[in-house]
Every structure is written in structure tokens, then in C-alpha cells.
């Protein structure tokens, strides 16, 4: 979830870049392209569709127009296995922030019971290759924000035992035991509480995420965690310096740790000029908050999706830069040249951000492994990326949880 974050903070947009041709829906790709990605599993660590579970009427089974993720679109696509985002904003706390955190873990949960032939619940990197074996959609569970938790471990082992693989430790702003990137620091890192936080996830065999969180809460976390971290959905600030992206020294780091950068697709985090365009124009960001509101109330779901449509009236305008999809294959190379390729993977925030022209969905993942192929990247480095490396880390730290005396 990144874009109400990037609006309130960013005081935004207002580029102009020549509109060029639309994009066509996909792209050819090559035969060993197609046959690679789809012998390989692929694994996004954050998509947040879980907004629209929240709507009764909303078939994940139905081919969609609008947002990014569906059945038939991931199979198209070929996405094997998703992390379903757990959100809500960083200024609910709480008893009703566990409540919330509960009611969205139960609304993932549900669809694998309304979809059995299509969709298989996984919570270890064995669950993803049983689904990928019997042809199912591995679905997991991250929780974005550790103020669901309520300052409370127990809580920690409670979204465990639902399924939860990972959390991410702040959203937007500060927790009680936390600093964000995109707050002013309070605790100069993650207090000791915080330390506590990461060591039950390392017991109970939850992945700890470190997107969001700040650059001295990422070094306090690679210090105090036992098992290695993910950065679900962040991109690299050396292309784009969104505080939210990692510096070339903390992806090295979390390397060194066994860790895995996930590639974030949002226009704001992939491109530089889009960021100065965005924070040129402040009142564009306004803008399309006050509309996306306007025509959605204060459902979320829709306030995602309208707002992405609106953006891309302005770029039609000229009022932004248009972003194309191929920057993700830049933050990959570059995190990849960085520190190899057993340390990057894919961390889409489709339904929660604003995707790049020719990746408005997951029918548009074969570009990628196609990509990467014509850049000379190996088979095996590619199979990496796509999803090897995400289900190295969590065998990892299932290892680490063993150790440590609990039960993944
Ligand atoms: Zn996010």
C-alpha cells in the first residue's frame, strides 16, 4: 500500500512528458521466455487485493477489468503464489486495529474455500510447491503494520496461527516500538519492545519484512533478527531516492544476511522523474485524493483503483511523467549487479499503487522473465528472481523458528 502514503507525504506531481503511444495489452514475448516463466514458480510478496475481498460483491474468480489481480488474470500471467496484504492505516491503533487485522485475515482465508480448484492457503515454501505441483494458486498472508499487533506479542503469535508469514513493522507512520521512513524518527530505530517484536517472529516462523520501515530501524532489525529478512515491496533509492526505496549499502546488507529485496512496481518508486514531478506539483496529489474520495467515499478499494485511473488522466494530460514498465527491469539489474541474483525477487503492490504503462496487471509478468533473458541473465538466475529466492528465505527462516523451539 503505497499510494495514499505517497499523497499525503509527497506533496506531488505535476510533470509533463510527451504521451506516446498506449501501450498494447501484452507484449510479445519469445517461446523460452514462456516456457521458462511458466515451469517456474512465481511468487509477488505484496499484492493488495485484499481491499476488494472486503466487498461481498467482489469475484476474485471473475476476469476483471479494472485493478490488477484476479484468478483468471494470475493464470494468465502465470503468479503461482501471492502474499495478500493485510492493511489498515497506520493511525487506527488499538483493540479495532487487531479487529480489522482479524476480519481481513479471515476475508483471504474465505476465498480459498470459495475458490478450492483454483487456490491453495500456504504458509511454508513446501505449501507453495505442493499448490505449484497440484496447479494451484498458492495464497499466503502478510500483515502491513505492526500497529495490528496492539503492543502486544500474543497478538504475534495469534496472526501466526491464522496463516500470517510476514509483517512489516511500520507502515506510514511511527509504531509505539517502530520508526518509518516516512515519519519523523521517535525511537531512533525499534526500541526494545521492537526487539522483542522481531524475536517472537523469528520464534513462531514469521518472516520479518523491512519495507517502510526507516534506514536506522533496517539496521537496528539485520542486528537483532536471528533468520533473514525481506523487504516485500521497495524498490532501490540509487535510481529513485523515495525514502521508502533501499540505499545500495542496505541491500547490500541485507544480502550479506540471506535476505531478498522484492522490486516495487509503483511509478513513484521506480522513476525519479515521476518523484520530482510529483513533489513540483503538490496540488495534483491533492487533487486526485479529493476525487478518488469523492466518487468512492471512504471505501479503500475503490479509492485505489479510481485514483490510479485518475492519474493516468493526468499523464494522458501531460500533467505527469509517463513511467513504462521496463524501470522495473532496472531496479532488478541493479539490485542484481549490487549484490547478485540470489537476493532479489518480485514485490508487485498491485491493487495499492500505481502501475507502470505495460504492467497494469498480472497478465503482464512473462515481460519480465522475457527481459531479463534478453539482458543474458541465466535460466536459473531468472527462476531465482521470480520466486527461488522468496522460497529460500522462507525455508530459511522456518529453519531459524524450528531452532528456536516453535512450529512453522
Ligand atoms: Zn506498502
Redesign the pocket.
Known amino acids: 500500500?503505497?499510494r495514499f502514503g505517497l499523497l499525503l507525504l509527497a506533496a506531488l506531481l505535476g510533470g509533463i512528458l510527451p504521451l506516446l503511444a498506449l501501450t498494447p495489452q501484452s507484449q510479445p514475448i519469445s517461446q523460452k521466455a514462456h516456457d521458462l516463466h511458466f515451469r517456474s514458480i512465481v511468487v509477488d510478496t505484496?499484492d493488495d487485493t485484499t481491499q476488494r475481498l472486503l466487498d461481498p460483491k467482489f469475484d476474485l474468480g471473475a476476469h476483471h477489468t479494472d485493478g490488477s489481480i484476479d484468478i483468471p488474470r494470475m493464470r494468465e500471467g502465470g503468479l503461482d503464489a501471492v502474499f495478500f496484504?493485510i492493511y489498515i492505516p497506520g493511525s487506527v491503533t488499538g483493540p479495532i486495529a487487531v479487529q480489522r487485522a482479524l476480519e481481513q485475515i479471515e476475508a483471504v482465508r474465505r476465498q480459498t474455500a470459495l475458490h478450492p480448484q483454483d487456490l491453495a492457503l500456504a504458509t511454508t515454501a513446501a505449501e507453495i510447491r505442493n499448490a505449484f505441483a497440484a496447479h494451484k494458486i498458492a495464497v499466503l498472508i502478510g500483515v502491513?503494520g505492526g500497529h495490528m499487533i496492539n503492543n502486544d506479542l500474543a497478538n504475534v503469535d495469534k496472526f501466526a496461527s491464522l496463516g500470517v508469514r510476514y509483517m512489516?513493522l511500520t507502515?506510514m507512520v511511527n509504531t509505539d516500538w517502530a520508526d518509518s521512513s516516512t515519519d519523523k524518527s521517535a525511537h531512533n530505530g525499534l526500541t526494545d519492545f521492537g526487539k522483542q517484536v522481531v524475536a517472537e517472529m523469528n520464534r513462531v516462523g514469521m518472516v520479518v519484512d523491512v519495507?517502510?520501515i526507516a534506514d536506522k530501524t533496517f539496521y537496528d532489525v539485520l542486528a537483532t533478527s536471528q533468520a533473514p529478512v525481506i523487504a516485500s515491496?521497495s524498490s532501490c533509492r540509487a535510481l529513485d531516492d523515495a525514502p521508502r526505496n533501499m540505499t545500495d549499502d542496505m541491500i547490500k546488507a541485507l544480502a550479506a544476511k540471506g535476505g531478498v529485496i522484492q522490486i516495487n512496481y509503483h511509478v513513484g518508486f521506480l522513476s525519479q522523474e515521476f518523484r520530482d514531478a510529483e513533489k513540483a506539483a503538490p496540488d495534483l496529489g491533492k487533487a486526485i485524493e479529493a476525487e478518488s474520495k469523492k466518487r468512492c467515499g471512504d471505501q479503500e478499494a475503490c479509492q485505489l483503483i479510481e485514483a490510479d485511473k485518475i492519474l493516468r488522466e493526468y499523464v494522458a494530460q501531460g500533467k505527469l511523467p509517463r513511467v513504462v514498465w521496463t524501470k522495473i527491469i532496472d531496479h532488478i539489474d541493479h539490485a542484481v549487479k549490487l549484490v547478485g541474483a540470489d537476493h532479489v525477487g518480485l514485490g508487485s503492490?498491485f491493487d495499492?499503487a500505481d502501475m507502470p504503462y505495460g504492467m497494469e496487471d498480472a497478465t503482464h509478468l512473462p515481460q519480465i522473465t522475457n527481459a531479463l533473458l534478453g539482458k543474458g541473465y541465466s535460466e536459473s538466475d531468472i527462476t531465482k528472481i521470480l520466486g527461488g529466492n522468496t522460497l529460500r528465505l522462507m525455508q530459511g527462516v522456518e529453519a531459524t523458528s524450528k531452532k528456536l523451539g516453535g512450529k512453522p
Open positions: 500500500m503505497t505484496h496484504s502491513e512489516t507502515h519495507s517502510h515491496h503492490d495499492g
